[in-house]
């Protein structure tokens, strides 16, 4: 458990890592790194309830091998000039994930739910991966990228809120279920270039009939 403020002011990396069957990584109090990589590893699962900053060259990485990475609190991981990624046996909630210039990368055994924004600020990717489950994004969450591509892909089901890519390209798979329109606080697409795939028994099923994509 992080429950005081782990933090470096001068170049060198940050390692948390809890070996041996059931370890859990909770951290209760803030990640700080002013230029070095941030790397949180569990056995079993990692709760988040605080901030994780990287403010200068490096990346942040989470990893829980056999369990779930959950945030909560409204809690925020932020990387000045460096990659984002978090990787789940099981299942990942994440809040807020903003990197000012690298790439944002979620993937889950299971199911994703997004409850905040994942934004890319400069040419970064945003790729979020539920392998065999699905992606659940929050009415009013955002994924932002400046000039990178958009991908979002579930082995059943997609639920959009909103996806931006305005000068690049979005694509959404769901290899075994549909995609369908998570609210409407703000349009479900925008983007260069959209491609949807969806697969349900061989149909393919885009929005639903009562509230349908909105594409811009």
């Known amino acids: 458990t ?9 170049p060198a990396n940050i390692t948390l890592d809890a070996q041996g069957g059931g ?12 230029d070095g990589n941030i790397n949180v590893t569990a056995a079993d699962s990692i709760t988040q309830i605080s901030n994780i900053i990287q403010t200068g060259t490096g990346y942040i990485n989470l990893d829980a091998n056999s369990g779930s990475i959950s945030m909560t609190n409204r809690s925020l991981t932020f990387n000045g ?8 046996g099981q299942n990942v909630s994440v809040e807020s994930l903003i990197t000012s210039n690298g790439y944002i990368s979620v993937t889950a055994g299971n199911n994703i739910n997004q409850q905040s924004n994942i934004i890319s600020l400069a040419d970064g990717t945003i790729d979020v991966d539920a392998n065999s489950g699905s992606i659940t994004m929050k009415d009013g969450a955002l994924s932002v990228s400046g000039t990178g591509n958009i991908r979002y892909e579930a082995g059943q ?17 769901a290899l075994n279920g549909s995609i369908l329109d998570g609210g409407d606080s703000h349009p479900d697409v925008a983007a260069h270039k959209a491609q949807f795939s969806a697969l349900n028994g061989g149909v393919g099923t885009v929005g639903v009939s009562a509230n349908a994509l909105e594409i811009g």
């Open 23 to 34: 370890s859990d990584v909770n951290i209760r109090n803030m990640i700080y790194a002013q």
């Open 2 to 10: 992080v429950s005081g403020l782990v933090a470096t002011l001068s």
């Open 81 to 88: 000039d460096g990659n984002i990624r978090y990787d789940a």
């Open 157 to 173: 089901n997609v639920t959009v809120s909103s996806l931006i890519a305005t000068q690049a390209n979005v694509s959404v798979i």
